[in-house]
């Protein structure tokens, strides 16, 4: 059970909230142990003050005046300190219980509830202070520290508080904790369906995306994958039912010439001959494809670079085609600047000619191609735009996929093996295109 994933998140939101409420437990008892020591620093304070006083009144009198010392009694008494004054003898001057009986009713009753003083709460042992005058003792100040009640009301208090956070905040953050821990796996196991299916064969299926966080961008890049594999899957058959139509033309043909030939119905002259040959050469170019591409794929490994002068170079290959643009009536222009570029010469060579084969095959009588090269930023840029047939805006994603034909013809890999030969060189290739007006590929190769 402990392997499912929604278990783990569950024991993990679930123990950081024990940690935290742990925590409030710890805080709680070093707020108590704090508000005890500010109590008890407080307590000791006012001792030294009424043991101040006290001390004042016998340098001021040179004896003990019952009296005076009374007022202090009173004012310990409002401190918070049941006190006995004692002489030097041991002899009890004056303590908390005369000085308040000695008050007027009125001011006894208002003593009283200010202090909260009651015989019954005198239960803890008096602490002995002795007083000094000049270096002399002079008697004992025994106090004993009084009960306000406060002390226990803030306890109180905070053991409520605390029971509230232990029950309340406890019994929420387990709730949330199981309704997050949902929210996080589901998504997650969406995810492992959709890939099952896959891993079946239902290349179709998807993953809802419901956020916008790491997990509903890996559901959206997992969705842009399965798209991926269905469409190579198309195209994979596509390229069987191809191939399987190429191969049988031409094998049909040269099977019937040859049939004929042996059952002597066709006489074995040049003409015939020819013929077969021409049946081979189509199974040739249409094997040469598969296996350009091949190469294409293996290219980043061969590669040997040179500095080439990108407009004689380019300036060559458009020469040579230059014929069979004129012949089609298709105008052909070219524009470079005096850049260099280090490339492999037959690799840049094979991606520039498929571009000009593409170009020349999309366009018809009295429309234009256009081949420019320059340098932009930190890369050189190749640009062959024609004012063709155009591309079909759902299939621009999918030009460059092996074996896709946007237009009649072909196997579909030209396009294929130059993206491959641009990947080699560490370059990209974009296309733009509007279906009817033209379509203009741009290939960026870094400079080194």
């Not at 000094?132 to 004992?140: A, M, N, P, R, S």
């Not at 040579?320 to 009536?329: A, E, V």
């Not at 524009?335 to 037959?346: K, L």
Request: glycine fraction near 6%; proline fraction near 2%.
């Amino acid at each position: 059970m402990l392997k499912s994933l929604w278990i783990k998140f569950l024991i993990l939101l679930l123990g950081v909230s024990i940690i935290a409420l742990s925590s409030a437990l710890v805080l709680r008892e070093l707020m108590i142990k704090d508000f005890r020591e500010y109590l008890e620093g407080e307590l000791e304070d006012r001792v030294y003050w009424v043991m101040a006083d006290i001390e004042r009144i016998y340098e001021k009198h040179s004896k003990w005046e019952k009296d005076t010392v009374a007022e202090d009694a009173v004012w310990a008494l409002m401190l918070g300190l049941e006190i006995k004054i004692k002489d030097a003898e041991g002899n009890i001057v004056m303590d908390t219980e005369k000085a308040v009986s000695a008050l007027s009713p009125l001011i006894k009753r208002r003593v009283m509830s200010v202090s909260n003083f009651t015989q019954s709460e005198n239960q803890n042992a008096f602490h002995p202070y002795p007083l000094f005058l000049k270096g002399k003792e002079i008697g004992t100040l025994e106090v004993r520290f009084l009960r306000t009640g406060k002390e226990g009301i803030f306890i109180k208090r905070s053991n409520r508080f605390l029971l509230f956070s232990l029950f309340a905040l406890g019994g929420l953050a387990i709730v949330l904790s199981i309704i997050f821990s949902r929210k996080l796996t589901n998504p997650i196991k969406r995810l492992v369906s959709a890939a099952k299916a896959v891993s079946e064969g239902n290349l179709k299926s998807r993953v809802k995306i419901s956020d916008k966080d790491e997990i509903g961008k890996l559901s959206e890049t997992f969705n842009l994958m399965a798209k991926n594999l269905e469409v190579q899957e198309s195209l994979r058959k596509k390229l069987i039912s191809n191939i399987a139509h190429e191969l049988r033309t031409p094998i049909s043909a040269m099977r019937g010439e040859l049939e004929g030939m042996v059952d002597g119905l066709i006489t074995t002259d040049k003409g015939q001959l020819q013929s077969l040959y021409e049946e081979t050469g189509r199974l040739k170019n249409l094997l040469d494809g598969i296996d350009e591409l091949s190469q294409a794929q293996a290219s980043a490994l061969s590669l040997r670079k040179q500095h080439i002068e990108l407009k004689q170079f380019l300036k060559n290959i458009i020469e040579r085609f230059s014929k069979l643009f004129l012949d089609k009536g298709i105008a052909l222009e070219f524009q470079c600047g005096d850049v260099m570029i280090n490339a492999d010469p037959d690799k840049l060579s094979q991606i520039v000619i498929n571009l000009l084969s593409n170009a020349l095959k999309a366009t018809d009588k009295n429309g234009s191609v256009q081949v420019a090269a320059g340098k932009k930023d930190n890369e050189i840029s190749m640009e062959v735009s024609d004012t063709g047939r155009g591309i079909k805006k759902e299939d621009i994603p999918f030009v460059f996929e092996r074996f896709f034909r946007a237009l009649p013809g072909g196997l579909g890999l030209g396009l294929a093996i130059v993206k491959e030969l641009v990947d080699a060189h560490d370059g990209r290739i974009e296309v733009r295109s509007e279906y009817g007006k033209g379509t203009v590929f741009t290939v960026y190769i870094p400079i080194d």
